[in-house]
């Protein structure tokens, strides 16, 4: 059985420090899916890696916290607009979205660093045919408990053919 590509796998050329796979710097929230064949809610179980700390030794930055979370849910926005035109992920034209702004970020509780796996939810909570904005929930779940939430505006945007083209047709090294 051929495994699933995740969202991000169709833009090699991605640089974000967030999610990009072509960063060599950094954080690579590089494997969101749908959870199930409804497609209501977006995974991605994100490894930790130590640089990630916050000033408080043995916890996780507030920053990356929320970056985890952006980028995840603007990946969710990009896919469910794909779901919701009825187009395969990736297909032309290129659906882009960037993140809009934020009205509620709550850290819940702090994410040991020795925690392994961080697991990143996202859900939309609004897509309209007429609108370019998509509104996303998301959450961090650290064995089972949330840990912190947010809820992100996405704005479609769309990309010129030479960001595209670099999106999907990194350099080679």
């Known amino acids: ?23 060599k710097r950094g954080i690579h929230v590089t494997k969101s899916y749908w959870v199930g ?3 209501k809610e977006t995974i991605c179980n994100w490894r930790i890696r130590k640089f990630c700390t ?19 849910s603007i990946w969710t926005a990009i896919a469910a607009r ?6 395969p992920f990736a297909s032309d034209p290129v659906i882009m979205y960037v993140t809009g702004g934020s009205d509620y970020v709550k850290y819940l509780k702090p994410i040991p ?4 796996i961080i697991t990143v ?12 904005r998509c509104t996303i929930f998301a959450e961090l779940v650290v064995k089972g408990v ?6 992100f505006f996405a704005v479609r945007v769309e990309p010129d053919p030479n960001e595209i083209h670099a999106l999907l047709y990194p350099p080679k090294k």
């Open 1 to 23: 059985m051929k495994k699933e590509k995740s969202f991000q796998e169709h833009f090699p050329g991605n640089i974000c420090f967030g999610c990009g796979p072509a960063n």
């Open 37 to 39: 064949p409804d497609h």
């Open 54 to 72: 916050a000033t408080t030794r043995g916890r996780i930055n507030g920053a990356i916290q929320y970056a985890l979370m952006d980028c995840h």
């Open 82 to 87: 794909y779901d919701f035109e009825k187009r």
């Open 113 to 116: 660093i020795d925690s392994e």
């Open 121 to 132: 939810l996202a859900r939309v909570e609004e897509l309209k045919t007429e609108s370019r």
């Open 146 to 151: 949330i840990c912190a939430e947010a809820r």
